[in-house]
Antibody
């Protein structure tokens, strides 16, 4: 079945970087864009950016420009999200999610990873 | 940026009730709207896409309607499994979520 499986929880000090992975399976990796969404404790959902697994190009929310990077490894069907210069407000659960339609980023998110808790604390 | 505003923020209801959640966009988004259900400690689950299309496997008691700036999610007869938080999301211009509606047991 279609699955997105994310890496485990991370604890980082302020100023550090974190890299979260999202391994996909059960479908053609290059056919669907992958988005990243985060959720701070007790808060709502916030879109961070999207990557095209086919060509590797990414588009980021203005809020994270300059300190976010999304990459992919086609050999393992895995997408990565790296966030740098962490502050306490980056403490959140980070989700990867698949765009429903093929070859198109602007769609609903039909499959989600289980989430990765990232804690930024000294 | 397109803002999404949900109402109410919290809704108390009983099993068997018909409930409606509203989502309003700050500008027209045509029908590029999705609804998600999220339970504590879990990832969101897609219920409705393109404003009114039911995602495969989602019970038919869930329905969506609306276009342009005003949208609704209706649950025709609440079941115990439906008590959760619901989010709308626009995907007309980038991606924005509403603040969420917590559906609790009365």
């Amino acid at each position: 079945q279609v699955q997105l499986v994310q890496s485990g929880a991370e604890v980082k000090k302020p100023g550090a970087s974190v890299k979260v992975s999202c391994k996909t399976s059960g479908y053609t990796f290059t056919s669907h864009y992958i988005h990243w969404v985060r959720q701070a404790p007790g808060q709502g959902l916030e879109w961070m950016g999207v990557i095209n697994p086919s060509g590797g190009s990414a588009t980021y929310s203005q809020k994270f420009q300059g300190r976010i990077s999304m990459t992919r490894d086609t050999s393992t069907s895995t997408v990565y999200m790296e966030l740098s210069s962490l502050i306490s407000e980056d403490t959140a659960v980070y989700f990867c999610a698949r765009a429903k339609g093929e070859q198109w980023p602007a769609d609903a998110f039909d499959i989600w990873g289980q989430g990765t808790m990232v804690t930024a604390s000294s | 940026d397109i803002q999404m505003t949900q109402s109410p923020s919290t809704l108390s209801a009983s099993v068997g009730d018909r409930v409606t959640i509203t989502c309003r966009a700050s500008q027209s988004i045509s029908s590029w709207l999705a609804w998600y259900q999220q339970k504590p400690g879990k990832a969101p689950k897609l219920l409705i896409y393109k404003a009114s299309s039911l995602e495969s496997g989602v019970p038919s008691r869930f329905s969506g309607s609306g276009s342009e700036i005003e949208f609704t999610l209706t649950i025709s007869s609440l079941q115990p499994d439906d008590f959760a938080t619901y989010y709308c999301q626009q995907y007309s211009d980038y991606f924005t979520f509403g603040q969420g509606t917590r559906l609790e047991i009365k």
